[in-house]
């Protein structure tokens, strides 16, 4: 499971690098939770930290922070860059509120579907098989709802925790992180 750290980190990445307003716009557009849409970002490439250097990931099938598929999405990936954030954060939450009314609102399932496609989830659904059966990891959608969990917490979301308690320490943190990470990658 991710840590609180790791999260905090990738959520002061995404703020330095101005990327929150682009989730937050296609949170409102699609109706999807922004912290669904930053949880799903977390597992795909750690909202943008685990990107290569070309914008991808899985081994260049997967195009920007949250890694649309070149193999399933052409129309979208032929025609953007994996550093147009704002189109890509767009096209995932679009994405995301479809497999949302394929799967009547079941986010466990439509999660599981962004990841392994709808086929595939609802093969497993109908053999009577968890969603994530089918995911990379067989957990992506416990992992995905895990993080949103955390990220709620970290945002001050949540009543369980407070943003005055925790969020300004972890935001101190996860800042020197991010400043190490980066220095230390731009040193190699």
Do not use: C, W
Not at 36 to 57: C, F, N, Q, V
Not at 74 to 79: E, I, L, M, Y
Not at 104 to 122: C, D, E, I, L, S
């Amino acid at each position: 499971m991710v840590s609180s750290l790791s999260l905090s980190t990738e959520l002061t990445y995404v703020r330095l690098r101005g990327l929150m307003p682009f989730f937050t716009e296609a949170s409102k557009r699609y109706g999807i939770p922004l912290i669904l849409l930053l949880a799903i970002a977390s597992r795909e490439s750690r909202m943008g930290l685990a990107l290569s250097a070309d914008g991808t990931g899985d081994h260049g099938n997967g195009i920007g922070i949250m890694q649309i598929d070149r193999r399933y999405h052409p129309n979208f990936t032929d025609r953007h860059s994996p550093f147009d954030h704002q189109a890509n954060i767009d096209y995932g939450a679009q994405y995301l509120a479809k497999l949302l009314q394929q799967f009547n609102g079941n986010t466990a399932r439509a999660v599981a579907a962004y990841n392994a496609g709808p086929n595939k989830v609802r093969t497993a659904t109908y053999a009577g098989l968890p969603p994530d059966s089918v995911t990379t990891g067989r957990d992506y959608s416990r992992d995905v709802l895990q993080r949103k969990q955390l990220i709620s917490q970290l945002l001050g979301l949540s009543k369980a925790t407070s943003l005055s308690v925790y969020g300004v320490p972890m935001a101190f943190i996860a800042l020197a992180t991010y400043n190490y990470l980066t220095t230390n990658t731009n040193e190699q």
